[in-house]
């Protein structure tokens, strides 16, 4: 990047930002002139969330496959996970707040009580799941995947949910289905960011069928064990590890399998800047920033990014042929 113009606040907050602040309050009061004004207000005004805790994930599955197994399927990450503490408490969620330290109390108190998810479009059988009839029919298994943010920083992270092929093929697509779309849930009573215009409400989302019926690709309920807390998008979101993490739709009320690629909401606010694809791609950056190195969250120092987000190997095939750089 040649020039960095100002970046309004609710596009990016720079990595840096927050852990400069995080390692200075470890390393005590010597460095403040080095910080900015922002972060030494919030500094000495520490905006401490309280985290909540959350119900345990009943009939979590033990695997039965190896460890190495695992690994090779991406189920697995042979990587330090991110404390549990730093995934519920810097979140993105802009239906509740573009502060990602305050998304864990601006969401804390929203209910999920009798969650419905509709699966419809192109199925033989639409129909509306409760979170028990997702773990029905697929109990919850554990995945632990690398997340990419498209700001740059990155987490490892122990979900627990339900692979969405085989919620997809409960409902039996059509040979016309082509794409999935999701939808967040729109209730701005309960979502006061949805009072606000930073985007296009309801947040929406797709993906090529192909992507959708991906073994890597999860319905999580759950992570760390417990049930999934609200900041992280309670009661069931969308995972797609080798993707930046906007395409981790969250709080989804409606899966609709479509013959036409859907809107998603980043492509629909700046189509330059976010495509409708969206794999983690070092080689590709964004017109504002770099996407070569990552900021993973309670390391010091960058690392590089990988293709895919680390997950070529199970992934590559789906883009056979594509121009990544037309198609990112
Ligand atoms: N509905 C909805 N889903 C969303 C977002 C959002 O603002 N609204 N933010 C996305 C972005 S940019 C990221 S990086 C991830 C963050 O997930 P996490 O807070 O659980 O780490 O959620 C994604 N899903
Ligand atoms: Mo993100």
Known sequence: METVPKIPDHEITPPNVYFNRRSFMRAGLVAASTISS????????????????????????????????????GWRVAEEKTPESSVLSYNNFYEF??????????AKDFSTDGWQLLVDGMVAKPRNWSIDDLHAISPPQERVYRMRCVEAWSMVIPWAGVPLAHILESVEPM?????????????????????????????VEGLRIDEAMHPLTLLAT??????????????VRLVTPWKYGFKGIKSIVRITLLAEQPPTSWNRYSAREYG???????????????????????ESGRRKTLMFNGYEEQVAEL???MDLTQHF
């Open 97 to 106: 707040t573009t502060e990602k330290e305050g998304v864990a109390a601006a």
């Open 222 to 235: 759950g992570l760390y064990g417990k049930l999934l807390p609200p900041q992280d998008g309670a009661p």
């Open 175 to 203: 040979p016309s289905a082509k794409y999935v779309a999701f939808e967040t849930l729109f209730d701005p009573s309960r979502m006061p960011g949805q009072l606000t215009d930073v985007l296009q409400w309801p947040y």
């Open 276 to 298: 409708f694809y969206a794999n983690v791609n070092p080689t590709v950056d964004h017109p504002r920033w770099s996407q070569a190195t990552e900021q993973r969250i309670g």
């Open 38 to 73: 922002v972060s030494a207000y919030r500094l000495f005004n520490p905006a401490r969330t309280k985290v909540a805790t959350t119900t345990p994930l009943a009939g979590l599955q033990q695997s039965t496959e190896t460890e190495s197994d695992l690994m090779a399927r």
């Open 319 to 321: 883009y056979k042929g």
